[in-house]
């Protein structure tokens, strides 16, 4: 008689359970390093921070460690006879300090008047640079022919190395051979005399002249990218209530761009003030008095006097006021976007 057959089997029995696993089939341990790696949801937290880590111990090489020096040389008497070994010149406390903000000395006095031309010729760059940047992004905005390449040559400023920009003007300022006197004195007459623009009190314009030059292409540059958040609706609806270009740009296009010029006021701020390349290149080591910048001050105080201990000192005062300042303008035009 022949046995039944036996239904067939679409898949493995399941083992009883008494039955011991086979060895293929048992999960798989994890390697001695795997256990002491951080399980996967960690690794992906501290990741950026590792990445980070390589950029933040150069900048703190490069920034904070000079930075924490310069503090500690402020508060003793470095001169030249102390170079090779600062660390052996005499302590001298707040002494240094004293000197400096000392307004009825010498060094004290000079410090001051330095400081006051820093600050005009802060307000006037930047103001300067804001206002044509403005006024070139905002003539930028509706698309025309060519105005790719105004772009172009309208950011060439920001574009050329400081010093092959700065050297150019240099010669353009000269007194006999420049091209603002041929062009101001011989073509258009508009003076007596050739003028001095390197030495005297025209220094202070060829100074504002320079850094105008070379900083609003960069105000040009962020407002342009401000106004392309502006939505046209915005500027339709004004016009078919009556609004004039004016009236468009003072209620429209100035409060969409205050959070882009809150940013760019304080850079220009931060970048005009603590500038040293264009007075250096423009009028070397000795900057004359009208266009003596306080970096320039500092500079003269440090390695032209050999007094690193009140140019120290200088440094760090000049950095305590702009994180004064900085600190105070953030919370004065935070609270207004607030109140807005």
Known sequence: MARPALPAQHGPTAPSPGTPRPPQERAPGRSPLARLLPPARLRRAWLPYALLLPALALELLVHLVPMLVGIAMSFRQLTQFFIGNWSAAPWAGLGNYRVVVDVDAPVGADLLASFA???????LSVGLSWLLGTGAALLMQDAFRGRGLLR?????????????????????????????????HDQLHLTGERPFWLIGDNSFAA????????????AFLCLTAGLQNIPRELYEAAAMDGAGVLRQIRSITLPSLRPVNQVLVLVLFLW????????????????????????????QSS???WNFGSG???????LLFLLVVTVLYLAVTSSRRKDA
Request: aromatic residues 18%; proline residues 6%.
């Open 272 to 299: 005009t003030f603590n500038d040293f390349n264009t007075p250096y290149v423009l009028f070397g080591r000795a900057a004359p008095d009208a266009a003596d910048l306080v970096s320039v001050h500092i500079y």
């Open 312 to 318: 120290s000192a200088m440094s760090v005062l000049l």
């Open 303 to 305: 390695f032209v006097t």
């Open 152 to 184: 172009t040559v309208f950011l060439v400023p920001y574009a050329l190395p400081v010093y092959a920009a700065v050297i150019t003007w240099a010669f353009m300022f000269q007194r006999d051979t420049g091209m603002v006197n041929h062009l101001l």
């Open 207 to 218: 100074l504002v002249t320079v850094s105008v030059w070379r900083q609003w292409p960069f």
């Open 117 to 123: 031309v820093t600050c005009r010729f802060t307000l």
